[in-house]
């Protein structure tokens, strides 16, 4: 466990955190590996947990029909994916797939979510590293769906 | 000023809408220019259009790599080796390379913005020694729209720069990076104090770039953007590249990040 608290606080989502918000964050933390190609998540499954990418890169991506998988966003070390954990239904709305193998931290997010409930500091602090993660995906994709470099916009 | 005559040695397609000319002046002169300057390129009995250099300044003949978007620029793409086309420049000032001696480098690309940087690229790897590490960031629409693809295939595999390519759009087949160039600029590893960033591509990527380089802690004035404006004369008279207070032909097309701010937050300007 003392392994796994100092993996955690090393990476940037938790760096800095309160050393009792960790401990207790710690406890809902595991160590995960992928194969690369593998589905970390399903569109439409359960999101009981999110992802603290330590190696490796992961793509995610959304299936149009008669159009296939389009990738949307790759994240590789140091990125976090997976907010559907804090908003209820609590359901991935893309896939994510593992482009070489990855190794994260897979924190279950049931379990973090009781937390930040019994302890309300540790939720905002929570939510204020969770917050500019969620509204710069919001940007890049709104500057992606500008579509800046197609000659005819 | 009349424009000299050149014709056109070779023609290479680069990408979907994209297609790179090589020139011959008739009169056989080189023509030195600056990394970031252009020329005006006549398609005679069509027009005049001002396009950038995208060759190596050092060598070789002049290169122009030039998007279909209008008429004249089409006529320009259409052009088929052996004819004639007319040249005036070069013009306006390029990339700042004697402030970026000593210092790290980092050049961003957004599409065919690629083609004013790459002479500069060529000067950086061509006198090597005389800069810091250099990183180039290129985004663009999709992977096959990615221009000069087989020589940043090259640039990817040298030792002496990092090259980081990523695309808007993507298939699953894709394993390179997914997102706007911006996200690459997060995850550079940079010493921003001794770091000189040279930015090309539309408008609004260039403003959203400009202030994630700032926000990694990059000095306004060590930002430069290239800019684009509607350039019909290229010395300053007839005004219709003006922008604010500055001409783009004549006082750029290259100017710093903390110049241009209040001009780029400004509507419809």
């Known amino acids: 466990m003392e392994n796994l608290e100092r993996i955690l606080s090393e990476h940037p989502f938790f760096s800095g955190l309160d050393k009792g918000f960790l401990e207790l964050a710690c406890g809902c933390a595991r160590n995960a590996r992928f194969e690369s190609g593998a589905y970390i998540a399903h569109e439409g499954e359960a999101a009981d947990q999110f992802y603290l990418l330590r190696e490796g890169r992961v793509a995610l991506q959304i299936t149009a029909p008669g159009r296939g998988a389009a990738t949307f966003l790759t994240l590789g070390p140091g990125d976090v994916f997976g907010v559907n954990w804090l908003v209820p239904p609590y359901r991935w709305t893309y896939d994510a797939r593992t482009l070489d193998v990855t190794r994260a931290i897979a924190m279950d997010g049931k379990c973090l979510r009781n937390k930040c409930e019994a302890d309300h500091h540790m939720g905002y602090d929570i939510m204020k590293r969770l917050m500019p993660i969620v509204i710069d995906r919001l940007h890049t994709t709104r500057l992606q769906f500008l579509d800046l470099y197609n000659a005819d916009v | ?269």
Not at chain 2, 178 to 197: H, S, Y
Not at chain 2, 204 to 223: H, Y
């Open chain 2, 1 to 269: 000023m009349v424009p000299r005559i050149a014709h056109v040695r070779r023609r290479r397609h680069d990408a979907p809408d994209a297609w790179t000319l090589e020139l011959d002046m008739a009169d056989g002169a080189h023509v030195d220019y600056a990394p970031g300057q252009f020329n005006m390129l006549t398609a005679f009995g069509v027009g005049e259009a001002a396009i950038s250099m995208s060759g190596d300044p050092a060598t070789g003949p002049l290169i122009h790599t030039i998007r279909a978007v209008g008429p004249v620029s089409r006529a320009l793409t259409e052009l088929k080796p052996g004819e004639p086309i007319g040249v005036r420049g070069p013009f306006g000032v390029g990339w700042p390379m004697a402030a970026a001696e000593g210092k790290d480098v980092v050049l961003v690309a957004g599409g065919l913005g690629m083609a004013p940087l790459r002479p500069a690229l060529y000067r950086l790897l061509g006198e090597r020694s005389r800069y810091g590490k250099v990183t180039l960031l290129f985004g663009s629409r999709r992977p096959e729209d990615i221009v000069f693809r087989h020589e940043v295939e090259n640039w990817r595999g040298r030792f002496d720069i990092d090259v980081d390519v990523t695309v808007d759009h993507a298939g699953a087949d894709w394993r390179g990076h997914v997102g706007i160039v911006t996200t690459l600029i997060a995850r550079l590893d940079l010493d921003p104090a001794k770091t000189i960033a040279m930015v090309c591509g539309p408008e609004v990527m260039m403003r959203f770039v400009s202030m994630a380089l700032c926000d990694r802690g990059i000095a306004e004035e060590s930002v430069w953007l290239s800019m684009e404006r509607n350039m019909k004369c290229a010395i300053g008279h007839c005004g219709h590249c003006q922008l604010g207070p500055t001409f783009i032909c004549r006082d750029g097309p290259v100017f710093t990040y903390r110049r241009l701010k209040p001009l780029l937050g400004v509507k419809e300007l």
